[in-house]
């Protein structure tokens, strides 16, 4: 009896300490995001949840924030080799989707890599990454039509493409304002779930109402 | 009980004993250069650090005991190594080797140029410059013309490349041989090729050393890859100052398949109407084309393409005869064209790749001169040199045409390839009630290796064997090239290669005893590209024999070479918004061929060649601006004649005309019409109206020469091009220019 009980105590302080173990991992690498200063603080972040999802295996999320946070130095780092951050960015988000099946926040992510790799050259890139965008944003409506993101990073795209190609902050506007919309009553699946972007819809709306 | 205490306390233990152990070190590749953003981690555990700037790491572990530590980068294979935590500081230092993969691996660019929308070391241009070079008037031929190694030969179409005659460049639609690429020629104006960019996701323009996949031409292979399933099912419609289009393409909803087709009628009367012309054009151009295709994607990932085109057109001018002041030479056209290309692209399993294409097309001309007088009739003078400038020319040209293309990788990226191609080509000539028919069943198989030996090198080897029936004879053609990535981003190219080409038609109607004529290239390349700038610089030299020799039979007995120096650079990034290119030719050449009584500078050549193109795009202002400015130093002219005493030709006047200046503009408003998707163009040719000689014709005596010159100093052109159904307008521009 008393070794059963052991056997049983055994048994869930493993379960608790291994699931606090993942948890405790995210909520320090959470953390450590918040705290970004650099680029390269933002790359650390992101090769630490990269190994977090490395030995988790089974976890869509670490691989998510990974190519997230990789997709911030994009823009953090001024100089930084865009296409090069693209393909890492696109190497985990691929990893994600082999665990978590057809997800509008991959979808999501997966627009804001190749807008990002559009900005490279905009003129010759519009055609090949301009519909990669696309192609990425129908399928996360497809997926969940409700989600905030979708309006968010398509206004974020779409406010500045010039008015005559479809583009410009009128809307820019319409976009973040259903953004905006759809936050009030989003909420996410987890705490750990992505949950970004309501601060940005707002920065964003007031810039297209200027 | 008692075990229960033991647990707090063992879980006392365990604190306490996981004391951090700092693990530092180095992450450098196989030279020992820096490897920075490399993922250090021990193996099942978070813990793990990346590599900064200056190749170190370091990190704290609380994991203890023997525990694996993984080094990961993007490019590089994955480096284990087992360790022994203790607590004790552990250092060490890793050494990556890099994987050869597509993105990093050298290209070979000795030669070509490609222009497309894959991202590969040798694209210096994409689909969209081919639609935005100023006065190029989105003709693939007029844009190829902006770099190096092609002359600025305004009076014949074709690309006449690196000291090549214009027949020396071929021009291949998804691998096979296109026949007829340009609409037919008229003397001394160069006509327009008959496909449209649009069609094209890639090209490939090579001046030199091309792979075996290639053959039957000297000097050029222009490799043209068509699109694959549109973005989207949309409507087009145009109307211009001298054509109106109208045309549709449907995807299917599962995005698997598309149709589509496009009719498009030229007609430039009430062009001609405001811009005086020349010439006196009795029969007004006019042009109809019909073009219609499918595509469809297979199962295995592979695709099947259909595309054809008909053309039917015709003109009519009238130009002052050289030798008298009163008569006329009227010279008459019409033509048909019917171009199909099929083309089956598919996995095979086992890392087999299939690329099947069949071709057929048939191109009919009617030509007619007459000397006419004042009164436009038709007049006999009898002088023989006068009245032997009346002719008719009937001619039929069929070419059928397989190829098949199988490839194989080998190990990481490299490819093997082989295959075969068999055309019949069948040509019959009417001249003057002269029936001469031709007819070749010709033969080729060829073999290629693309070999990365790491990713700074790599080699790319072949061959190709041709039998032509109607010279009844082969030939064999070997190939190579190289190419080695240096330390700074920049790399040389080597390409070496024979090629072969059967003469042509107008010659082997005099005589089939002919043999192919060759040419020989060597070239040394060194490249520097980055994303939004190119650095280029080639050398070559190519030696020609067995060209064809008119006199005193037609033999093989002619000889030439060709050498020199081109630079091409492209920057978009220096000034922003801004796009430039600079193309410099230096091109030394000579040649003893058709009626030539020595080794002459042909008169297609220029020393000096320069092209500088601008592109500027004003968001603001929804409108793109392009400026093509092209240079070249003067070309010789010859008048060789026949002296019937000395029974030889000889040069009885030889000159060099003045240089030629062009300035090419053109501009690209995007907006909104009938809720359509609108691109507005306007473009000029030769802005500054410069004086443009070609060359000279000379009178029988030889005592009067006439600069051959464009027919009208400037072509202006405005267009509207309409999309519906599009939601992107950059589309618009892509599929109506």
């Known amino acids: 009896m008393k070794n059963l009980l052991f056997l049983t105590m055994m048994l869930i302080t493993g379960i608790v300490s291994a699931q606090s173990k993942y948890e405790a991992g995210m909520g320090k690498a959470f953390e450590q995001m918040k705290a970004v200063k650099t680029a390269e603080d933002m790359g650390a972040t992101a090769a630490f949840f990269e190994r977090i999802a490395d030995t988790e295996k089974d976890k869509w999320l670490p691989y998510y924030y990974a190519a997230y946070c990789n997709y911030l130095t994009g823009w953090m780092n001024p100089n930084a080799d865009k296409d090069a951050v693209g393909e890492k960015a696109k190497a985990l988000v691929a990893k994600a989707e082999v665990i978590e099946k057809n997800n509008s926040e991959l979808y999501i992510l997966r627009q804001m890599i190749a807008v990002q790799q559009l900005t490279v050259d905009p003129m010759s890139r519009f055609q090949t990454y301009g519909a990669q965008a696309n192609e990425a944003l129908e399928k996360a409506k497809q997926a969940d039509p409700n989600n905030p993101r979708i309006y968010l990073v398509d206004g974020q795209y779409k406010m500045n493409v010039p008015d005559a190609f479809g ?7 319409k976009l973040f304002t259903k953004s905006l919309e759809l936050f009030k009553t989003f909420k996410p699946a987890t705490e750990m779930h992505p949950s970004w972007g309501f601060d940005q819809a707002e920065k964003l709306l007031a810039q297209c109402q200027q | 009980m008692k075990k229960l205490v033991i647990l707090p306390a063992s879980l006392i233990l365990v604190l306490v004993s996981q004391a951090q152990t700092k693990i530092s070190g180095t992450v450098r590749d196989m030279k020992s250069h820096i490897v920075a953003g490399a993922s250090i981690q021990i193996k099942g555990s978070y813990d793990g650090g990346v590599s900064d700037s200056t190749s170190h790491f370091n990190f704290k572990s609380f994991e203890k005991g023997t525990q694996t530590i993984v080094v990961s980068n993007i490019g590089f294979k994955s480096v284990e190594q087992v360790i022994q935590l203790k607590g004790e500081p552990i250092e060490i230092n890793f ?7 597509e993105l990093k691996a050298v290209v070979v660019t000795a030669g070509s140029f490609e222009a497309g929308d894959k991202k590969r070391a040798a694209t210096v241009l994409n689909t969209l410059d081919v639609l935005t070079t100023g006065g190029a008037n989105a003709d693939i031929t007029a844009v190829l013309k902006t770099l190096p190694g092609a002359q600025q030969v305004g009076d014949q179409e074709g690309l006449f490349v690196r000291g090549g005659a214009g027949y020396e460049a071929k021009q291949f639609i998804d691998g096979t041989l296109v026949n007829n690429p340009y ?7 160069a006509q327009r090729g008959r496909f449209s960019p649009n069609l094209f996701k890639g090209t490939v323009f090579s001046t030199g050393g091309y792979s075996a996949l290639y053959g039957q031409a000297l000097s050029s292979a222009v490799i043209l890859e068509s699109i694959d399933l549109p973005d989207q099912s949309q409507v087009n419609a145009s109307i211009s100052t001298v054509f109106a289009g109208l045309g549709l393409q449907e995807l299917a909803k599962n995005k698997k398949s598309s149709w589509g087709f496009n009719y ?20 007004i151009p006019e042009f109809h084309s019909a073009d219609a295709n499918f595509r469809i994607k297979t199962k295995s990932g592979g695709i099947i393409k259909y595309y054809t085109t008909f053309s039917h057109n015709q003109l009519g001018l009238r130009r002052p005869n050289i030798d008298s002041l009163i008569l006329k030479d009227a010279f008459g056209l019409t033509n048909y064209n019917w171009y199909n290309n099929f083309s089956w692209r598919e996995n095979v399993g086992n890392g087999w790749k299939m690329n099947l294409g069949l071709s057929y097309s048939t191109d009919h001309n009617d030509i007619h001169q007459n000397i006419q007088n004042q009164q436009n009739q038709y007049v006999i003078t009898g002088f023989p040199y006068i009245d032997t400038l009346n002719f008719a020319l009937e001619n039929k040209s069929d070419l059928s045409q397989i190829k098949l293309v199988l490839d194989k990788r080998i190990s990481g990226i490299s490819v093997i390839r ?5 055309m019949y ?81 107008s010659q082997l109607i005099f005589s089939t005893q002919l043999g192919y004529t060759k040419a020989t290239h060597y070239i040394m390349n060194y490249m520097k590209v980055t994303t939004l700038q190119t650095f280029r610089i080639e050398a070559f030299y190519k030696k020609y024999n067995d060209l064809v020799k ?18 091409f650079w492209r920057d978009k990034k220096t000034i922003k918004g801004m796009d430039y290119w600079i193309s410099y030719s230096y091109l030394d050449t000579k040649r003893d061929y058709l009626n030539y009584p020595k080794s002459l500078q042909p008169n297609f050549a220029a020393n000096h060649t320069a092209s500088f193109v601008l592109k500027k795009f004003y968001s603001k202002l929804n409108t793109g601006f392009n400026f093509t400015y092209t240079y070249a130093t003067g070309r010789p002219y010859y008048n060789i004649k026949y002296n019937s005493g000395l029974v030889k030709y000889e040069i009885a006047d030889q000159g060099k005309t003045i240089d030629y200046h062009n300035l090419g503009f053109s501009m690209n408003w995007l907006t909104n019409i009938f809720k359509s998707y609108a691109v507005v163009v306007a473009s000029v040719t030769n802005v500054l109206g410069s004086n443009q000689v070609f060359g000279y014709n000379y009178s029988y005596n030889g005592n009067y020469k006439q600069a051959i010159t464009p027919v009208s100093t400037r072509f202006f052109f405005i267009g509207i091009f309409l999309s519906w159904g599009v939601d992107r307008r950059q589309d618009a521009i892509n599929n109506n220019l």
């Open chain 1, 167 to 173: 583009g410009g902050k009128e809307v820019g506007k």
């Open chain 2, 95 to 101: 050494a990556l080797k890099e994987e050869v993969s």
């Open chain 2, 183 to 189: 609409y037919s020629s008229v003397p001394d104006i």
């Open chain 2, 264 to 283: 498009g009628y030229t007609n430039v009367w009430p062009y001609f109407q405001i811009v005086k012309q020349g010439v006196d054009y009795f029969t």
């Open chain 2, 418 to 422: 082989f295959g075969s191609e068999y």
């Open chain 2, 425 to 505: 080509a069948n040509y019959k000539s009417n001249y003057n009630g002269l029936h001469v028919l031709l007819k070749d069943n010709f033969l080729a198989s060829f073999a290629e290796a693309d070999l990365y030996i790491t990713n700074a090198l790599a080699l790319k080897t072949g061959f190709r064997f041709e039998q032509s029936s109607l010279l009844n004879k082969i030939n064999f053609a070997p190939r190579l090239s190289l190419a080695y990535k240096l330390g700074n981003g920049g790399q040389m190219s080597w390409a070496y290669g024979d090629f072969y080409q059967k003469p042509e038609n």
């Open chain 2, 550 to 567: 008119t006199f005193p039979v037609y033999n093989n007995a002619g000889t030439g070479d060709a050498k020199g120096i081109e630079l």
